[in-house]
């Protein structure tokens, strides 16, 4: 199993109600096949730039251990998800 780093900007304005909905779909697509270590949510900040008229964003950073296939996966329903302004995901050294 590999290690990686996921932030997700969410909009603003999504209900913390959604917010967990999201967090949940995500948690569970990682753990069908790995582990969440830790998940820090950073909350709203202001975008170094705007994106799509968009100012301010919901940060959200999670590490989790799994196999190299999750973040495939992820990265999919990440980008299906028309709450997500952006999100990276990286691979951490061994």
């Known amino acids: 199993m590999n290690k990686y780093e996921l932030v ?3 909009k603003s304005n ?3 109600e959604k917010r967990n909905q999201l967090l ?3 948690r569970g697509i990682i753990e069908a096949d790995g582990t969440i270590e830790n998940v820090d ?3 709203n900040r202001r975008l ?3 994106i799509n008229k968009i100012n301010e964003g919901y940060y959200t950073l999670v590490n989790f251990s799994a196999a190299a296939d999750v973040p495939k996966e992820l990265d ?3 980008k299906i998800a028309d709450e997500v302004i952006r999100h990276m995901i990286i ?3 061994k």
């Open 48 to 50: 170094a730039y705007e």
């Open 8 to 10: 997700y900007i969410l």
């Open 91 to 93: 691979r951490l050294e």
């Open 24 to 26: 949940d779909k995500f």
């Open 76 to 78: 999919r329903n990440l």
């Open 41 to 43: 949510e950073w909350g």
């Open 14 to 16: 999504v209900e913390e």
